[in-house]
């Protein structure tokens, strides 16, 4: 369960910040709610636009007193503006901030889906298995800071390492690099973050990690088109996003709005993945279209983005990645890894600056 009492003595501590201004840190309304797991201390100071040179010395002493009390956490104690007005940030500059690469990373590649339900993150694990099968150094960040499911489905244990500049060492699983929020948790314990906050933590986890020379680093989005999606495509340069649903006609409504969100901010479409795509029952090979057939390579057609290929829905899939044992790395002349694996050909094939 989180820390109450550790964080209570940090708010506490904070009450000796001084804040630009006058006043103290702890009582000041842009501090958000103090959280501590198991291995990490996070907040995040919501400040006006222009206001962040002012507020340095600020967060630089939180951060000072809240590693004081940490007991051996990482501590990520961050500057916020997200709530500036349009009209103010066109004032401050002619148009939106540079994104900025991540170090040690080459090529970024989303995994998004419209709703929950659909299997992204299952898929996204097994793109990024299958991207490193193809030779490609691979790493994964788990985005999906509400509902992160990476460490389950890689069967990861135990939190990461952390160095002694605070940067962390990802796990290491199955060739992948991995960095998961859900890592840091108590095996119940949800993560209860406004907007800002969470953008920050998806900040830290990506630039403060050593991602150590990949070629390509995918990134398990949360579903919707929500904050920490908007901040992902406003931070860095993607190579683009891949959109996973169902053939349902439900599931297609919302992928066409993540699809809109990525055309908005100007994110390339690298294709559509059709996943629970139809089930083969086992005793008599015959193929069922539960959730209908052909409706996502349609939609595809429609949304002018490449379809990338069908899942089948079958046991193997799920109770491997149950068991934290995904398919294509332990199963990878399977049937089930061979659909994921004719994904990321077509994927590659398409886009060969990938492989660069």
């Known amino acids: 369960m989180p820390d109450t009492n550790l964080s209570a003595q940090i708010k506490a501590a904070f009450a000796t910040v001084d804040i630009p201004g006058g006043g103290k840190l702890a009582e000041f309304s842009g501090l958000s709610e103090i959280i501590v797991t198991q291995s990490a201390i996070a907040a995040a100071i919501s400040i006006a636009p222009g206001m962040e040179a002012a507020f340095g010395p600020a967060r630089a002493e939180a951060q000072r007193l809240a590693e004081g009390l940490a007991e051996g956490r990482k501590v990520m104690i961050s500057l916020t503006a997200d709530k500036a007005t349009a009209a103010h940030a066109h004032a401050r500059q002619p148009g939106p901030p540079a994104k900025e690469i991540v170090p040690g990373v080459k090529h970024i590649i ?3 889906s419209g709703k929950g339900g659909v299997g ?3 898929t996204a694990v097994n793109i990024a298995l299958a991207l490193a099968a193809e030779g490609l150094r691979t790493g994964l960040l788990d985005a999906d800071l509400y509902g992160p499911s990476v460490p389950k489905l890689l069967g990861i244990e135990g939190k990461p390492a952390v160095r002694a500049d605070g940067i962390f060492s990802p796990h290491l699983a199955y060739g992948l690099k991995a960095i998961s929020i859900g890592s840091m948790l108590t095996a119940d314990q949800a993560v209860v973050w406004r907007g800002p906050m969470a953008t920050a933590a998806l900040r830290q986890l990506l630039r ?22 908007i901040s992902l495509c406003q931070q860095v340069p993607l ?3 891949v959109i996973v649903s169902t053939p349902q006609d439900l599931a297609l409504i ?3 709005k993540a699809v809109d969100m990525l055309k908005r901010v100007q994110i390339p479409l690298l294709g559509l993945v059709e996943n629970m795509s139809y089930f083969v029952a086992p005793d008599t090979g015959k193929r069922y279209d539960i959730f209908g057939h052909g409706g996502a390579q349609d939609a595809a057609g429609r949304m002018g983005m490449p379809f990338l290929g069908e899942v089948p829905l ?7 990645s149950d068991s934290g044992r995904p398919v294509v790395a332990t199963a990878p002349d399977g049937p089930e890894a061979a659909a994921y694996r004719a994904i990321v050909g077509q994927l590659l094939a398409a886009n060969p600056g990938l492989r660069s």
């Open 239 to 241: 190579a683009g996003a």
């Open 208 to 229: 403060e990690t050593d991602w150590g020379g990949l070629d390509v680093l995918v990134v398990d989005l949360p579903p919707g088109t929500g904050d920490i999606q």
């Open 120 to 122: 992204k993150s299952t």
């Open 314 to 320: 079958v046991m193997t899939i799920r109770e491997t």
């Open 110 to 112: 989303a995994v998004a």
């Open 254 to 256: 919302d992928a066409k």
